[in-house]
């Protein structure tokens, strides 16, 4: 705030402090995928959060939860399991919450990519087809999910158009 020149916030927003910013709507985004996975038919839909408290990942556990509501759907939080957003990490967090859980949903929404993809693998491994058994969707629609089997559901972030609103919002400063 000292600073005499321009600064727009990408990313992130910071509540008490003036700064313009330019972030993603995390709310609508997971809407979005828990809506396509109600349209799937899944009734019992799990959250893989992060560990890490970040403003996105808050974010989109309330929207989890708020999405779950609005399309009246029941959130049991037996289903929500807190992993490193890691693929290593998440995927040996992921093994243990499958060891230990009585039940499983028929999909997970994902907080990210990463965690989701760590978690697929761990589903896998245990023996659990996916999507078949179950189904998983990650958020930030990174290159990676493309690349792996199957190929990862994602929410696309538009993460250029976000960068020409940033900029157009500094030259207009």
């Known amino acids: 705030q000292r600073l005499k020149v321009p600064i727009v916030v990408l990313d992130n927003k ?4 003036d700064f313009d910013a330019v972030v993603m709507d995390n709310e609508a985004g997971v809407f979005l995928a828990v809506e396509h996975l109600k349209s799937l038919g899944h009734l019992e ?49 992921m093994t243990e919450c499958i060891k230990k859980a009585r039940s499983l949903p028929t999909a997970f ?7 989701a993809i760590g978690a697929v693998r761990a589903l896998k491994q245990a023996g659990i087809a996916v ?18 089997d199957p190929a990862l559901s994602t929410i696309k972030i538009l993460k250029k158009k976000m960068g020409q609103m940033a900029v157009s919002r500094l030259i207009d400063k």
């Open 109 to 115: 929404f994902a907080d990210n990519d990463i965690i």
């Open 131 to 148: 999507p078949k058994d179950i189904s998983v969707i990650g958020f930030d629609d990174l290159p990676i999910c493309q690349m792996i």
């Open 14 to 17: 910071f509540e008490n402090r």
């Open 45 to 93: 839909i799990g959250h893989l959060g992060s560990v890490l408290t970040i403003d996105n990942f808050t974010a989109r556990e309330n929207g989890f939860k708020t999405a779950l509501e609005q399309l009246g759907l029941r959130y049991n939080h037996c289903y929500d399991f807190k992993l490193m957003p890691s693929i290593d990490e998440s995927f040996a967090m």
